[in-house]
């Protein structure tokens, strides 16, 4: 059974960092790009960052400069580091493999999720 699991999350004054983790058992994604996601209250989910097996990466225009996303494919596991975090990063935030060793942005791309990790920051 594949599963993503993510963690880390948590609660955060503004100007604060976590780091996130998320662990895929189940199956190797050594060679898949590996993506983050959020949905803030009330919102859409949205994409955060991505990063393929040979460490290409993109990220949102809004989160550029704050987070870094990186991998340890000998872990099997994908990180976001976020900095200098904002009331508007508040959300649950979701690891995801995708289908294919593209970088993706959209969703549609992604056939695997973990379940989430809550981030709150505190204004």
């Known amino acids: 059974q594949v599963q993503l699991v993510e963690s880390g999350g948590g609660l955060v004054q503004a100007g604060g960092s976590l780091r996130l983790s998320c662990v895929a058992s189940?199956?190797?994604?050594?060679?898949?790009?590996m993506g983050w996601f959020r949905r803030a209250p009330g919102k859409e989910r949205e994409f955060v960052a991505a990063?393929?097996?040979?460490?290409?990466?993109t990220y949102t225009d809004s989160v550029k400069g704050r987070c870094t996303i990186s991998r340890d494919n000998a872990k099997n596991t994908v990180y976001l580091q976020m900095n200098s975090l904002k009331s508007e990063d508040t959300a649950t935030y979701y690891c995801?493999?995708?289908?294919?060793?593209?970088?993706?942005?959209?969703?549609?791309?992604?056939?695997?999720w973990g379940q989430g990790t809550q981030v709150t920051v505190s204004s």
């Open positions: 995801a493999a995708a289908r294919s060793t593209a970088l993706a942005v959209t969703a549609g791309a992604y056939g695997y």
């Open positions: 990063i393929t097996w040979s460490y290409g990466y």
């Open positions: 189940g199956r190797t994604f050594r060679m898949n790009a």
